[in-house]
């Protein structure tokens, strides 16, 4: 087995998408990576790539909450998690966080909204979310 050290992995697990985010588990990276042998072209694959794997790994997402679904796979793994983004403006809303804590772990909350808040607030705010694009310039 390879040094995990060596691995090549993609800039992140988190995607936007207007007003919406999918959080990728580790459980899904790690099987999409080792299930297609991908260890060292992972970071150079486009960035749908990973996220496009979901439909081949489970079928039709549950609602968890009211606009929250869950992929999850045949063998019942949580693959993702299709949310509203769970902070405006930075701010986190406590009624996706709530909904989050019952399905992952604080951890991964923490990288969700670190990732979403950098996105809102951070230098390439305007670029990276469209529904902080009310910014005048």
């Known amino acids: ?3 995990i050290n060596e691995l090549q992995i ?4 988190t995607f936007f998408e207007k007003d919406r985010v ?3 588990t580790s459980y899904t990276m ?19 790539s990973i996220p496009m794997t979901i ?8 609602e968890i909450a009211d606009g929250m679904f869950a992929f999850i796979d045949e063998d019942d793994n949580l693959m993702a998690i299709d949310m509203p983004t769970p902070a405006q403006n930075g701010a986190p809303s406590e009624a996706i966080l709530s909904v989050l804590r019952d399905w ?14 950098f ?3 951070g230098p ?10 009310s910014h005048s310039q």
């Open 104 to 117: 992952i772990s604080e951890d991964e909350i923490t990288d969700i909204m670190e990732n979403v808040q």
């Open 124 to 133: 390439l705010a305007g670029l990276l979310s469209p529904s902080n694009g």
């Open 30 to 48: 790690t099987t999409f990576i080792d299930s297609f042998d991908l260890r060292e072209i992972v970071a150079d694959l486009p960035f749908w």
């Open 10 to 13: 993609p800039p992140t697990n």
């Open 22 to 24: 999918l959080y990728l």
């Open 119 to 121: 996105t809102q607030t």
């Open 1 to 3: 087995m390879e040094d």
């Open 55 to 62: 439909g081949a790994f489970c079928d039709n997402p549950v």
